[in-house]
């Protein structure tokens, strides 16, 4: 009787949920389709600094110094502290079709997460392309078979990256990490639209141990590390100033964001007055085009009031 009486509660949540989002994926559906094919496209920009790669001497990186190789029986570490970010973060865009914590849309979230990607990856590709480095990792060095790879035989090759064997052992798309990418949006989305302060700092914690990992295992150098760090970040800044009216919370009460996705203002006014009133503060006086009608008296040019009788007691004796 419980099980099926909660069975039903969370049946009408998912519904209502997906009645919320449901207009708001109709409206950006295409640009998170973009989205989506985008990361096939670094991914065969990714296959195609490959066949680009020459092996050579590792680069000498202060990482490398201080950092003690974990080996390639290790190299797994990383990736499953990066697999345990990446799932734990899509599980937790889609908890309000489960729970009622409301602070965020899960369409408008993965509308910024994948804006931030987008922007991030273009540049990246733009850095791997214009110069390949040696890589650090181990099937990229001298003597390995897959450091580099022979012309392609057929476009298939290319078109279907050799998945999942080519994405797992690529080798010249170094500056910056891709782990590093996704691993800072999903950070800093949690740290703008979380709830929990000590998963927040735990976020935080796991990023900087996953690029001590990165970096041990000989995966990325330094540099595509830091790179990553604070260009994500700018990224991050300037796409969260773009998207500050589009990407926003939702009110207490589950229903609409605080502020308005549709700019178009109502009534006649002007976009700096409605932000205004929103705020609380009253618009100049000027603005208000109500007219007024004088008690006792009339309006003269100047604005001031003239009033009918001379006499003080007059005045008091009629309320004004």
Not at 43 to 51: D, E, F, K, M, S
Not at 103 to 116: E, G, K
Request: glycine fraction near 6%; charged fraction near 20%; include cysteine.
């Amino acid at each position: 009787m419980y099980i099926a009486r909660e069975s039903s509660k969370l049946l009408r949540r998912i519904i209502f949920e997906y009645s919320v989002e449901w207009p708001l994926l109709k409206e950006r559906w295409k640009f998170l389709l973009f989205g989506l094919f985008f990361q096939y496209l670094h991914g065969l920009a990714a296959r195609a600094v490959h066949y680009l790669h020459r092996p050579g001497p590792v680069l000498q990186d202060i990482g490398f110094l201080f950092l003690p190789e974990l080996g390639a029986d290790k190299a797994y570490l990383s990736e499953t502290l990066f697999s345990f970010i990446f799932f734990s973060f899509v599980l937790w865009t889609f908890h309000p079709f489960i729970f009622y914590v409301k602070r965020f849309y899960t369409v408008l979230v993965w509308y910024r997460c994948l804006t931030i990607l987008v922007v991030s990856q273009s540049l990246r590709i733009a850095s791997f392309m214009v110069t390949q480095l040696p890589g650090p990792n181990y099937h990229c060095r001298e003597g390995s078979k897959m450091a580099s790879l022979p012309h392609p035989k057929s476009i298939s090759e290319v078109i279907f990256l050799n998945f999942p064997y080519g994405v797992v052992y690529g080798c010249g798309d170094l500056i910056f990490s891709s782990h590093m990418i996704f691993t800072l949006v999903f950070v800093l989305t949690y740290q703008k639209y979380g709830t929990k302060r000590w998963m927040k700092q735990l976020a935080w914690v796991l990023a900087v141990v996953l690029s001590f990992l990165i970096v041990a295992s000989r995966k990325h150098y330094t540099v595509d590390v830091v790179v990553a760090w604070y260009t994500v970040n700018l990224v991050t800044f300037f796409i969260d100033k773009h998207l500050h009216d589009v990407v926003s919370e939702r009110s207490s009460n589950g229903g609409p964001p605080i502020l308005p996705l549709n700019t178009k203002e109502k009534d006649g006014q002007s976009k700096e007055e409605l932000h205004k009133l929103m705020n609380g503060n009253n618009p100049d006086v000027s603005s208000d085009r109500r007219q007024r009608m004088p008690v006792n008296g009339k309006i003269i040019d100047d604005g001031s009031p003239k009033f009918g009788s001379s006499n003080l007691s007059d005045i008091v004796l009629n309320g004004t």
